[in-house]
C-alpha cells in the first residue's frame, strides 16, 4: 500500500533561541561516540576508496587525484567505462592528471606515449569501480582481504532520484571526519540555520550487535526562520570511511547522504589531508518530484553549495579533533 503524504511538507518552526535550546553535552559521551567510531573502524572495506563524484570523471578528459598517498589518474574509455593507473607516466615520471584522452587511452603531453586499459611493463591500471554516483579505486594492501566492489549502503533507485557530489578538503584523518557524522547530537547547536528541534531518540550502546549499530534521530530541516521539514534519519557505516544518513520517515523517505572520508596525503606543512567526498541521492514519493528530475541539472549546484556550506563548519570540528589526538 503507498504511503499517504502529507499535502503540505512544511511546519511552522516552534522552537527556542539559539542559547535557550535544551543542551546536548550530557548526551553526547564521549566514549559512545568513540565507540562508534571504533565498530566502524573494524569493518571490512575490501581496500576500496572513494576517487571522486562519477560525473568529475568526464569522457576525453583525465581526472588526478592523490589517494592514501599514491598519486592517481582516472578517465573514460570510449564506451565510457572508468579506468583508474598510477598517475606518472612510467617514461620520464610525467603527471597525467592533464593527459589528453584518445580512443580510449591517455596520451602522455611529453611525449606522446599511449597508456589504455591493458597497461604496460610498470605501469599496471588498478580495479575501478563506477556506481554511477560516485568512482571507487581499490589499493589492495597487505592488511586486507580485496573484495570485489567497495560496501554500499542504502540507496534509492537511482532512476527516481537526484543525485549530487560535493568535496571538501580538511586537515584532518579520515576517523576525525567520521567522529564528526557520528556525533548527531552537535546539529542544532552547530548547524542552527540548517537544523532545529533535534533529538536523538536512540543511540547504539558500545556493545551492540550489528543490526543495531545506528543512531536514529528526529530533526526539523529548515526551510526559512520560521518554517522547517521535520524527518527522522538513521546513521549507519557500511565501511571504515563511510557514514550514511538515511531518511526513514517523513519527507523524501529513502533520501540519503552518504560522507566518504578519503585520505589523501600530507600537506606543505607536513599534516594529514583528508577529502570529504559527500553524496546526496534525494527522492521523493511526490509528483512533482518528476519535474524536479527534469532540471536536475540546476538543482545540483544548489544541492552542492549547501553541502559546502555545513562543511565549512564540520571540517573546522574535524580538523579541532585531530589537532587534540595529535598533542
Known sequence: MKRQLPRNPLRRLRTAPWAEQASTWADAKPGLIAAAVDRAAARPCGGWFVLAGSREVRPGRAFGRVVAGRELVAWRDDAGTLHVGPGACPHLGA??????????????????LALG???????????????????WVRLD??????????????????AHSIATVATVIGRCEPEDVVANRLDPWHGAWFHPYSFAALRVLSAPPADC????????????????ATLGVPVH???????????TMEIVDGEGTGSVVETHATPLRPGPDGLPRTAVIEAVVAHSERPGFAHAR????????????TARRLWIDDIAYAERRYALRAR
Open 95 to 112: 603527471a597525467l592528471c592533464d593527459a589528453p584522452v584518445h580512443d580510449g587511452n591517455l596520451v602522455c603531453r611529453w611525449h606522446g
Open 117 to 135: 586499459p591493458g597497461g604496460r611493463p610498470g605501469w599496471r591500471t588498478l580495479p575501478a569501480h563506477d556506481d554511477g554516483v560516485l568512482a
Open 141 to 158: 594492501g597487505a592488511d586486507e582481504t580485496p573484495a570485489e566492489a567497495p560496501v554500499l549502503g542504502p540507496r534509492p533507485d537511482p
Open 209 to 224: 550487535p550489528p543490526a543495531e549499530d545506528r543512531f536514529l534521530v528526529e530533526v526539523t530541516f529548515r526551510v526559512s
Open 233 to 243: 534519519a538513521a546513521f549507519t557505516c557500511p565501511d571504515p570511511r563511510t557514514v
Open 294 to 305: 527534469r532540471v536536475a541539472g540546476a538543482l545540483r549546484p544548489l544541492i552542492s553549495a
